[in-house]
């Protein structure tokens, strides 16, 4: 069996799910890019994935959750509000046919902003 390619788009990475991941998809795509207006949207490592300064974060969905993946140190720095919702490292996992939290995620995301501003001022700063 061959391997498959990634999908190119985002869009093309959504559409190949059914209608009730595909709406989650969306919504978890639509409220990254509320929270980050500046960033970017690519597929890396066959995910959706924003950019701004870098990373930000990524998501997927599996087979009875969708995962966002941020930083070890945002999931650590929200323990306390993930406490409902498994968690590895940098990953926390969403199940499906629950809504999803769009003020935690939005919070997740800005915290990533600033992580990745600050290590760029100080890359900047050492004149790298």
């Not at 990254?32 to 994935?49: C, D, L, Y």
């Amino acid at each position: 069996m061959a391997d498959t390619p990634p999908p190119a788009t985002i869009d093309a990475y959504i559409a190949d799910f059914p209608p009730e991941i595909r709406a989650m998809l969306e919504r978890m795509r639509a409220i990254i890019s509320k929270a980050s207006p500046k960033a970017s949207e690519t597929i890396a490592w066959g995910m959706p994935t924003f950019k701004q300064d870098g990373n930000l974060v990524h998501f997927a969905a599996f087979k009875r959750h969708m995962s966002l993946f941020a930083s070890t140190s945002t999931v650590t720095h929200f323990k306390g509000e993930l406490a409902d919702y498994v968690t590895h490292k940098a990953t926390i996992q969403f199940p499906y046919g629950k809504p999803l939290p769009a003020a935690l995620i939005t919070k997740l995301v800005k915290h990533r902003i600033a992580e990745n501003a600050e290590k760029l001022a100080a890359k900047r700063a050492r004149g790298k």
